[in-house]
């Protein structure tokens, strides 16, 4: 019964539990690497691995494996991947770009900086869909839909 209604909200549960996942990952990248871990910064995009394009590809893929690779449903979640992911490498990774200009120019006396972490490079993108990926077929074959 439990795993009946677990395949109801299967893609909501992957796609959660894909993005808990990469920030728990990117939480244990930022101790190894000897720095302290700030609330608010669990909270904010960019970093290794991207959470949205983890979340975003756990959608589409569970869409797939539940709905059919061949349905509506399927075709519109990829079509906001593509956005999402295109937003968060190609937008947001410019913004930061731009907040880490303006903070060595413009913002160099104020001690309120702006956020430089807020896109993604390819590779932070590339771990973020992998994620996604495991997790969304892992949980299909747990679950046995």
Same mark, same amino acid.
Not at 70 to 93: E, K, M, P, T
């Given at each position: 019964?439990?795993?009946?209604?677990?395949?109801?909200f299967y893609p909501l549960i992957s796609s959660i539990l894909s993005m808990l996942v990469s920030q728990l990952v990117k939480s244990i990248l930022i101790i190894l690497a000897g720095k302290k871990?700030?609330?608010?910064?669990?909270?904010?995009?960019?970093?290794?691995?991207?959470?949205?394009?983890?979340?975003?590809?756990?959608?589409?893929?569970?869409?797939?494996?539940? &709905?059919?690779?061949?349905?509506?449903?399927?075709?519109?979640?990829?079509?906001?991947?593509?956005?999402?992911?295109?937003?968060?490498?190609?937008?947001?990774?410019?913004?930061?770009?731009?907040?880490?200009?303006?903070?060595?120019?413009?913002?160099? &006396?104020?001690?309120?900086?702006?956020? &430089?972490?807020?896109?993604?490079?390819?590779?932070?993108?590339?771990?973020?869909?992998?994620?996604?990926?495991?997790?969304?077929?892992?949980?299909?074959?747990?679950?046995?839909?």
């Amino acid at each position: 019964m439990l795993i009946k209604n677990l395949s109801v909200f299967y893609p909501l549960i992957s796609s959660i539990l894909s993005m808990l996942v990469s920030q728990l990952v990117k939480s244990i990248l930022i101790i190894l690497a000897g720095k302290k871990i700030k609330s608010a910064a669990l909270l904010r995009s960019g970093g290794m691995p991207s959470s949205h394009s983890a979340l975003i590809t756990a959608v589409t893929v569970s869409m797939g494996l539940k &709905e059919g690779f061949n349905s509506n449903l399927f075709f519109i979640c990829v079509i906001f991947s593509l956005i999402v992911i295109y937003d968060a490498r190609g937008i947001r990774h410019t913004v930061g770009k731009h907040a880490k200009l303006l903070n060595k120019t413009v913002l160099i &006396e104020n001690p309120k900086k702006l956020n &430089e972490y807020i896109g993604h490079t390819l590779p932070e993108i590339i771990v973020g869909i992998s994620i996604g990926l495991i997790i969304s077929f892992g949980m299909y074959h747990l679950i046995k839909i």
